[in-house]
T-cell receptor
Framework: DQQVKQNSPSLSVQEGRISILNCDYT??????FLWYKKYPAEGPTFLIS?????DKNEDGRFTVFLNKSAKHLSLHIVPSQPGDSAVYFC??????????????FGQGTILTVHP | GAVVSQHPSRVICKSGTSVKIECRSL??????MFWYRQFPKQSLMLMAT?????????EQGVEKDKFLINHASLTLSTLTVTSAHPEDSSFYIC????????????FGAGTRLSVL
């Protein structure tokens, strides 16, 4: 049962353009969402997060949008740079009870930014 | 950001031996650490939650006798893969949370385990 889904296994973008990575979730108890970036043979690096009480959070070139009614979030990177090429994971967590602190990850999207 | 160190980065062992992986929080104290496993082209799957001074909480389907977790101090958690077999070959990653904000986890660099 994949509660967090990233339906696009890969995305290719030209340098300077916008990269949009999408993520869908099914569990309505999730109330905190995160994006991680991962290079091969390394652990994920935290990028940006958003609480369910917000619909947008921005940090430099990275913006995360949350649509709770659609159970959908997206990560926008603009402008995209070759160094952004990596695997991007969407993750979700729910507050309270035994699920507190646990992250459920999507399958990841491989982003390639071409010079 | 917080730094989590994981050691070793890569280990190759013979079938039947045990392997210990260490996860350290370098610049903060972590009462809670998490252990994940990642198979090729798949997502990170949570194996267990490691709590300092108490027993680890394992996810459904994870054998606690196979994957021993010890969280003896606020900066160190260890995962021991006992009697490793080729099917245990995988990428193991730990993470730690800072303070009481458990939503943001900081990850180690991971350990590539290959069992021959």
């Amino acid at each position: 049962d994949q509660q967090v889904k990233q339906n696009s296994p890969s995305l290719s973008v030209q340098e300077g353009r916008i990269s949009i990575l999408n993520c869908d979730y099914t569990n309505s108890m999730f109330d905190y969402f995160l994006w991680y970036k991962k290079y091969p043979a390394e652990g994920p690096t935290f990028l940006i997060s958003i609480s369910s009480i917000k619909d947008k959070n921005e940090d430099g070139r990275f913006t995360v949008f949350l649509n709770k009614s659609a159970k959908h979030l997206s990560l926008h990177i603009v402008p995209s740079q070759p160094g952004d090429s990596a695997v991007y994971f969407c993750a979700a967590s729910g507050a309270g009870g035994t699920s507190y602190g646990k992250l459920t990850f999507g399958q990841g999207t491989i982003l390639t930014v071409h010079p | 950001g917080a730094v989590v160190s994981q050691h070793p980065s890569r280990v190759i062992c013979k079938s039947g031996t045990s392997v210990k992986i260490e996860c350290r929080s370098l610049d903060f104290q972590a009462t809670t650490m998490f252990w994940y496993r990642q198979f090729p082209k798949q997502s990170l799957m949570l194996m267990a939650t490691s709590n300092e001074g108490s027993k680890a909480t394992y996810e459904q389907g994870v054998e606690k006798d196979k994957f021993l977790i010890n969280h003896a101090s606020l900066t160190l958690s260890t995962l021991t893969v006992t009697s490793a077999h080729p099917e245990d070959s995988s990428f193991y990653i730990c993470s730690a949370v800072v303070g009481t904000t458990q939503n943001i986890q900081y990850f180690g660099a991971g350990t590539r385990l290959s069992v021959l």
